[in-house]
């Protein structure tokens, strides 16, 4: 006989449970069987037929079940032999041979074994495949291995006794005995016998919950429900079969989840197509709600946008908002209704009493493909403003901001999270003429010898370091944005940002440099910077009236984090605020 070694290995990934037991498998075949669990008691084969579908997705070698096929209970033959005809046609989708185990359910009398052996054959009986003895047993009637028959347990013995050389032996019982003797530390006439005789595993079933556990280098694993009456367990395992391999490398049993097996068409590309876009743009704001001085949103009127014109189905739901307790929406949920290849547009009172961050968020489910569907999240947009005033004369960049020109800073700022600043304070200045964009900003810094800045290549990581950044969309009627950064070394990294307006995400051109003149200076309680941008690099020119998108920040490397004018920080240009030209 073969030598061997039980190896216990568990992995929980996705709820899956694997066992590993190292062995010595005979010419190295690999063989894969799925074991089925209980259906009755309390069952339901909508469960089970699922349980069968993703099964033979898999394609195993061999399946066995571990009884409680039928509800039984009963004498009355015609009652058994229809409820053996239902089952029947639940497996029928499987393509591999299937070995069956007798429940209680199945056999408790002597007419139901006796219609049992009609339907499948002999209660007890043993079978090879691929260098494995496997043994099905019949206990279904009785509560402890003392109970069996003398005529069973002398046949197991000896089929036993006769199949030692097997690589494997593998046993299948629907109570699980061990539950109460082995795994109490009492003697087990079972037990002794597959000691005995060098069995492997036992698989079980009953309770319909699975668990597991190795006593004498036996693995014994209980295999809980596929239909019958259950709960979920601590893990979250709830329906499940479980799958074996048993290989060169050992023998591996994952319990598997209902529904993780999937069909291979899951997500076809025309269905990824569809969905992602939804996800992006089937929920979206119009307009955004003007943030007040105090950061406060006053009464205002916001509309939002469901835009059905990607789907080949009806929307009929109820928009819902998600409002934080700081918001007010009114009305907070509406029936909608759309058609295919429609949008449409919905108004709603809104206010904030108190911070505006976290703003609200609508959702709506989407239909994308039969039966599959997607929500889309549209959030509340909130707009500030701060001011660029016109220069009389140039300014002199030198980092040192004392130039009457430099008026009205921005100076409250949130956490990147929508909280309260945690940094030193920050003013952020803004100015322009004909030709030019001017910036400023006054970084205080208690700590001044903390200030980090190294990087002195343009597009060097100065994201990375101190730091203050711009993003900048000059024509709100294109769809180019620019992202700026400066260190307290004048250094710049930049780039150009395009939005993808059928996919709702940016697209990058970090090739693009702007030209910049740039001075910073530090004192003893800060660092500060100016800047002279161009305009003809944008494309645009400045006049009074005219409004850019903007929003900017500052980081602050000692306390890791940084201050931002208006939450999030994003590239798409839709998130940014006015900069208003005065």
Not at 29 to 37: C, D, E, L, S
Not at 214 to 224: L, P, V, W
Not at 400 to 417: K, L
Request: net charge negative.
């Amino acid at each position: 006989m073969l030598k061997k070694t039980i190896l216990k290995l568990t992995i929980s990934a996705l709820a899956l449970l694997l066992v590993s037991i190292s062995v010595s498998q005979a010419g190295g075949q690999t063989v894969r069987f799925a074991i089925i669990g209980d259906l009755t008691g309390g069952g339901q084969e909508d469960i089970y037929a699922q349980i069968v579908t993703e099964i033979e997705r898999l394609q195993p070698d061999i399946i066995l079940t571990v009884g409680d096929m039928i509800e039984g209970y009963t004498e009355d033959t015609a009652i058994l032999n229809s409820e053996w005809i239902d089952y029947m046609e639940l497996v029928k989708p499987l393509s591999a041979p299937i070995y069956y185990t007798p429940g209680n359910h199945d056999i408790f009398n002597d007419v139901m074994e006796e219609v049992y052996r009609k339907w499948i054959g002999k209660p007890y009986y043993s079978f090879d495949y691929g260098g494995i003895h496997f043994v099905i047993l019949d206990n279904g009637r009785w509560e402890a291995s003392e109970e069996l028959p003398a005529e069973q347990l002398e046949w197991v013995n000896n089929d036993l006794q006769q199949n030692q050389t097997a690589a494997n032996t593998f046993v299948f019982i629907h109570r699980p005995f061990w539950w109460n003797s082995v795994a109490e530390g009492k003697p087990d006439t079972l037990h002794t016998l597959f000691v005995k005789h060098g069995v492997d595993a036992v698989f079980t079933g009953h309770y319909h919950e699975y668990f597991s556990a190795e006593y004498d280098g036996i693995t014994y694993t209980t295999i809980g429900s596929s239909g019958g009456a259950t709960q979920l367990s601590p893990t979250g395992l709830m329906y499940h079969f479980a799958w074996v391999t048993v290989n060169q490398a050992g023998v591996h049993i994952a319990p598997i989840k209902m529904g993780s097996v999937l069909p291979w068409d899951e997500i076809t590309v025309a269905e990824r197509k569809i969905y992602r876009p939804v996800q992006f743009r089937g929920v979206s704001a119009v307009n955004a709600a003007l943030v007040q001085p105090d950061l406060t949103v006053s009464d205002a009127v916001v509309t939002i946008r469901v835009d059905n014109r990607l789907t080949d189905f009806p929307i009929e739901d109820t928009l819902r908002w998600n409002i934080p307790d700081n918001w007010s929406v009114q009305p907070s949920s509406i029936p909608v209704a759309v058609g295919p290849g429609d949008t449409a547009t919905f108004d709603f009172n809104v206010a904030s009493v108190g911070p505006v961050y976290p703003t609200p968020q609508a959702s709506i489910n989407f239909t994308y493909a039969e039966g599959k569907n997607v929500t889309a999240t549209g959030q509340l947009r909130v707009t500030r403003e701060t001011s660029c005033y016109r220069a009389t004369s140039a300014p002199i960049i030198d980092g040192v901001i004392s130039e009457e020109i430099w008026q009205d800073p921005a100076t409250r700022f949130f956490s990147p999270d929508g909280g309260d600043m945690t940094i030193d304070p920050v003013r952020f200045y803004f100015a322009f003429d004909a030709d030019n964009l001017y910036l400023a900003a006054y970084c205080e810094e208690t700590k001044v010898d903390s200030i980090r800045a190294t990087v002195t290549e343009h597009d060097g990581a100065i994201y990375g370091e101190d730091c203050v950044g711009y993003f900048l969309q000059p024509d709100p009627d294109t769809a180019v944005a620019y992202q700026i950064y400066f260190n307290p070394l004048g250094t710049a990294f930049d780039l150009s940002i395009t939005m993808n307006p059928e996919q709702g995400y940016p697209d990058y051109d970090y090739d693009w440099s702007g030209v910049y003149d740039v001075k910073t200076s530090r004192g003893d309680d800060h660092w500060s910077i100016e800047a002279r941008i161009g305009l003809e690099q944008f494309g645009v020119t400045a006049e009074t009236g005219r409004d850019w998108r903007l929003n900017f920040r500052r980081k602050q490397k000692r306390l890791d984090t940084a201050g931002d004018w208006q939450v999030p920080i994003d590239a798409d240009p839709n998130s940014y605020g006015r900069l208003i030209f005065r």
